[in-house]
Structures are given as C-alpha cells and as structure tokens.
C-alpha cells in the first residue's frame, strides 16, 4: 500500500535552487510522520544533487509542518482555479 509520496523539481534559471512538488500522505494515517518522511527523503536527494536552496508553495494547513522543517513563509498567494 502506498501511504504518500512527492518530490522535487530543480529550478529551470537557478540550477542550485528547487522547488518541493507534489506531497501528499493518506488521509487515514495523518500525523504519523509519513509527509515529513517523504520531504526529508526529496530534500537529501536534492542535496545530493548539488541543490543548496528549496522552496515551496504550501496550502494553508500544511504550513505549520513545513515551518516545523525550517521552511520560512514569504507570503500568501492566490492561485486561480478556472471557475467561474
């Protein structure tokens, strides 16, 4: 059974910078460490890539984990979802 999973993309101007994409955990096993897992796995694998920064757009919930793991919040966003 696959529990959560995500990654990293590396930034297509600054080679040394990432970007966090797409984690995501089962809903049924919250607060087990699963997301935090998977990030800590994307983040050693892109540091083994010559990454030295990474970044993140985060939902409102999620923020509280990602500050927990030394991410900073620069400042909300709205991103458009096409309904009108």
Not at 8 to 18: F, I, L, M, S
Not at 27 to 34: A, E, K, S, V
Not at 44 to 71: D, K, R, V
Request: hydrophobic share 40%; glycine share 10%; with cysteine.
């Amino acid at each position: 059974m696959i529990v959560g999973a995500g990654g990293w993309t590396r930034d297509k101007v600054h080679h040394q910078r990432a970007h966090v994409r797409h984690v995501v955990s089962d809903h049924r096993l919250r607060r087990r460490g699963i997301a935090r897992a998977v990030i800590r796995h994307s983040l050693n694998a892109a540091e083994g890539q010559g990454i030295t920064e990474m970044a993140c757009w985060s939902t409102l919930t999620a923020e509280p984990l990602y500050a927990s793991m030394g991410f900073v919040s620069e400042r909300p966003m709205e991103v458009p979802c096409g309904l009108t």
